[in-house]
């Protein structure tokens, strides 16, 4: 009785947070509690801005599939993965600039954000116009329809612009993604999900009205990238003229040390994401060339259904990235500490209580799902339910980790994870057959991932706490010894 009146009491106090009235911040609990809320409002418009964009896809694929046929909805995925791989090509930039307004924002130094938020825009305003030049002076001399494979006259003709809007999309969207990391450095994720779903209906709105024109490829393609592009440029003008005009990019608050500060952390992040891409996505591979094109697909399908509520759960860990920059700047290091050992609690039991109810129906909701196409092996439903939970575990502490810009540490925890992953996985998977594969990426995530973490977690309070006695007005981004 005593337990659900805990849990009732908890439940209650956490919807609290679900107000729209900003908590007062003048105390230190007035500050955990504003955290609380903007990281509770962040997960909220997340998941509806997801399942609008979720809803979006089932609505606008099988459009697209039927206007187009299979071979120019062939190439649209095809150069939406090219595409995808750009994602990266700020460099890390939106991630360090996050940090470095988060950290700003706890320290209440303008200066120090408006420096940083001019000289991010300079950089990423020179990496596209130099993407963009490089991509004008190739597109005459590429055989575009070559590159994408394509065979008929229709799709032959229209790689190459289907491809230009793609990447014209992709390049300007650099310098106006930087208002998003700002909203998030700020902790109002809220404002960047809202902006997402907006596009999310401006790109099926575009879609809608390019088939009824009978449009061709490259022009759905505008409409379905360009609809999210607009939603950012509108989101950019409302930031900079009305919500933060302050922050607004100028050339003469841009500087060297800022500019080489931003770029010095981004290539960390940079890096890391790139690691842990790989570590993440080489599974699908190794199957496919160890056994065949069959098992990857049965490989990912599975790995999609263990990783669903992870990746909802992500939605909850990533806005507290820039709270506990904002709290570490403070020298909040309690309501850190606190917020640190719920959600990673929070997170791993519901990650195990999935992970458990799949590795016992995952079969049946497979045959219900898809028909009687997999059937996967119990040893591999096992190991992808370890792996969800212990994956779930490292997302929380990573958010941390992030916030307090110690990149340096998971950048070498990740390469060697990805690497002795996917040789795990060949060893493993030659032997055991589909279930090795995940078996030598759990081994190399537990191993080389989450054993360094732990050893290195307390090693960070340390430092965060010298800090804090040291020198409570902190005047730089705080940074990894």
């Known amino acids: 009785m005593n337990q659900g009146r805990a849990a009732l009491a908890r439940t209650r106090r956490a919807m609290g947070y679900l107000r729209l009235r900003p908590f007062e911040t003048s105390t230190t609990e007035g500050r955990a509690a504003e955290r609380y809320r903007r990281a509770a409002w962040s997960t909220v418009a997340g998941t509806g801005a997801r399942v609008l964009g979720l809803g979006v896809s089932l609505v606008t694929i099988p459009l697209a599939i039927g206007y187009l046929g ?30 470095a307004i988060a950290d700003a924002y706890g320290r209440d130094d303008l200066p120090a954000a408006q420096r940083a938020v001019s000289s991010a825009f300079l950089i990423l305003s020179a990496v596209a116009v130099v993407a963009l030049t490089g991509f004008a002076l190739l597109y005459g001399i590429v055989p575009w329809a070559e590159v994408t494979n394509v065979s008929t006259a229709t799709a032959a003709a229209e790689a190459g612009p289907t491809l230009l809007v793609f990447f014209v999309c992709f390049a300007v969207s650099l310098p106006l993604g930087l208002a998003q990391r700002i909203q998030y450095g700020r902790q109002e994720g809220f404002e960047v999900s809202a902006w997402t779903a907006v596009g999310s209906l401006l790109a099926l709105a575009g879609l809608v009205a390019a088939i009824q024109l009978k449009a061709g490829l490259p022009w759905l393609v505008l409409a379905l990238a360009g609809g999210p592009v607009v939603a950012t440029a509108l989101n950019w003008l409302i930031l900079f003229s009305r919500r933060h005009p302050e922050l607004r990019p100028h050339l003469h608050l841009a ?26 996505q080489s599974d699908v591979v190794v ?12 490989y990912s399908v599975a790995l999609r259904l263990f990783f669903l509520v992870p990746t909802l759960l992500s939605l909850v860990f990533v806005p507290l990235w820039p709270a506990y920059g904002e709290a570490i700047a403070r020298g909040d290091l309690g309501w850190v500490r606190r917020t640190l050992a ?41 190991g992808m339910a370890l792996w969800a939970v212990v994956s779930t575990a490292f997302t929380s502490i990573s958010m941390l980790l992030n916030g307090a810009t110690v990149v340096k540490f998971q950048v070498i925890v990740a390469s060697v994870m990805a690497g002795t992953s996917i040789v795990a996985s060949i060893v493993l998977g030659s032997r055991f057959g589909l279930s090795g594969i995940i078996w030598g990426t759990l081994l190399a995530y537990v191993v080389f991932g989450a054993v360094p973490t732990l050893w290195y ?25």
């Open 287 to 298: 199957a496919a060339r160890l056994i065949g094109p069959p098992a990857a697909a049965e």
């Open 255 to 280: 500087t060297g040390r800022a500019a080489l500060g931003l770029i010095k952390v981004g290539m960390l992040f940079f890096v890391l994401q790139l690691a842990v891409a790989v570590a993440y």
């Open 342 to 382: 719920r959600s990673t609690t929070l997170g791993v039991i519901l990650a195990a209580l999935s992970s458990a109810f799949l590795v016992i129906a995952g079969r049946e909701v497979l045959r219900i799902w898809l028909g009687p196409v997999f059937d996967p092996p119990f040893m591999l439903l096992l």
């Open 70 to 99: 299979a071979e120019r909805y062939g190439l649209w995925v095809t150069i939406s993965a090219i595409t995808a791989m750009l994602t990266f090509a700020d460099f890390g930039l939106g991630n360090g600039l996050m940090n």
């Open 457 to 481: 977690l307390p090693r960070v309070f340390q430092q965060l706490d010298r800090r804090a006695f040291d020198k409570l007005g902190m005047t730089s981004m705080p940074v990894e010894d």
